[in-house]
């Protein structure tokens, strides 16, 4: 079946610091790829997504690659900031229905 | 800001209960889909309505049940509560096109719903 594995947090860098977190997923077909962001006690609002394989989302700074050959939509940032604290969420998707997938959430927190 | 809305934004209810969210779709939207999501996990697929029918469904038990009403809002009703439905209840709306594809999908804010 369909399913997505993220790497488990919680994590915690210094501002200006590089981020990764990784995430891989198991699909039966050629789903989309997202990463969604969840502010405390807030829903989730896309971050950024990749429709296909070798597409490159970014927004704000943050990118991800759909590597289809490692299964993975690894999220990066180059320089995170304390307003980047919050929990990060990688999903899949098939266009016919919006019927999402999630992996179970890494938590970012940023001091100063 | 989104414009998907839900209510209530917290409840108790007592284990063996019946509860009812609520969810307003954004202006436009046809398509309304429900997610679980338990403390430290993911939000898990429980079913999604269009055109007020149930157009799939995840692996939940009957007791939970949905509507959508001809002005494309929502309910989720779920029966003989019990303690491991405490969560935050997460709606998400799109708009499902002529070619059954649907748009970005925006989630509101959730119903934190715990069972005692």
């Known amino acids: 079946g369909d399913s997505v594995t993220q790497m488990e947090g919680p994590v915690t860098l210094s501002e200006e610091a590089f981020l990764t977190i990784n995430c891989t997923y198991t699909a039966t077909g050629y789903p989309s790829l997202f990463w969604y962001v969840q502010y405390p006690g807030e829903g989730l609002q896309l971050l950024l997504k990749?429709?296909?394989?070798?597409d490159k989302g970014s927004n704000k700074g943050f990118e991800a690659t759909y590597r289809k050959e490692t299964t993975s939509f690894h999220l990066e940032k180059g320089s995170v900031q304390v307003s980047d604290s919050a929990v990060y969420f990688c999903?899949?998707?098939?266009?016919?229905?919006?019927?999402?997938?999630f992996g179970t959430g890494t938590s970012l927190t940023v001091i100063p | 800001e989104t414009g998907v809305t839900q209510s209530p934004t917290h409840l108790i209810k007592t284990r063996g209960q019946q509860v009812t969210l609520r969810c307003s779709s954004q202006?436009?939207?046809?398509?309304v889909s429900w997610y679980q999501q338990a403390l430290g996990q993911g939000p898990q697929f429980i079913f999604q309505?269009?055109?007020?029918?149930?157009?799939g469904r995840g692996n939940f038990p009957p007791r939970f049940s949905g509507l959508q009403f001809p002005n494309y809002s929502s309910e989720l009703n779920v029966n003989a509560l019990e303690l491991d439905d405490s969560a935050l209840y997460l709606c998400a709306s799109s708009l499902r096109g002529t070619r059954a594809t649907n748009t970005e999908a925006f989630f509101g804010q959730g119903t934190r719903l715990t069972v005692v």
């Open positions: 309505y269009y055109r007020e029918e149930e157009n």
């Open positions: 990749a429709t296909k394989a070798d």
């Open positions: 202006s436009g939207h046809n398509t």
């Open positions: 999903a899949l998707s098939y266009n016919t229905g919006n019927q999402f997938y």
